[in-house]
Nanobody, 121 residues
Framework: QVQLVESGGGLVQAGGSLRLSCAAS????????MGWYRQAPGKQRELVAG???????NYADSVKGRFTISRDNAKNTVYLQMNNLKPEDTGVYYC???????????????WGQGTQVTVSS
C-alpha cells in the first residue's frame, strides 16, 4: 500500500512563501497523476494543484499564478511551491494520487497526516 508523507508546512506572514514536499512509497508513483489537496477549517478538502504522469499541470483558480506543482519521479516526491501566500491559503495540505472522471477528481490512496500551513495577515 502506498504511503504518503507530507512536510514543509509552517507559519508564515501574508506575502511569504513555503515549499511543501510529499514523499511516496511504492513503485507506481511515476504512473499516477499526483495532487495537492487543501482542507481549510470548516471546509471540505479540495484539490488545489495536480500534475499528470507526463508533467502537465492544473490549478484551482484560487491559487493560479501563485502555486507551482512539480514532481521528481526518481525520488518518488511531489512538491508544491507556494508564493504570495494569503490568509485564505491556511489549512492542512495533503498529497495523493488521483484520477479524473469527467470533471470530478477521485483520490486513489490513503491519506497521510498532512502538513499544516498557517498564513497570518
Amino acid at each position: 500500500q502506498v504511503q504518503l508523507v507530507e512536510s514543509g508546512g509552517g507559519l508564515v506572514q501574508a506575502g511569504g512563501s513555503l515549499r511543501l514536499s510529499c514523499a511516496a512509497s511504492g513503485s507506481s508513483f511515476s504512473l499516477n497523476a499526483m495532487g495537492w489537496y487543501r482542507q481549510a477549517p470548516g471546509k471540505q478538502r479540495e484539490l488545489v494543484a495536480g500534475i499528470t504522469s507526463g508533467g502537465s499541470t492544473n490549478y484551482a483558480d484560487s491559487v493560479k499564478g501563485r502555486f507551482t506543482i512539480s514532481r521528481d519521479n526518481a525520488k518518488n516526491t511531489v512538491y508544491l511551491q507556494m508564493n504570495n501566500l494569503k490568509p485564505e491559503d491556511t489549512g492542512v495540505y495533503y498529497c495523493n494520487a488521483y484520477m479524473i472522471v469527467r470533471t470530478t477528481n477521485f483520490p486513489l490512496g490513503s491519506w497521510g497526516q498532512g502538513t499544516q500551513v498557517t498564513v497570518s495577515s
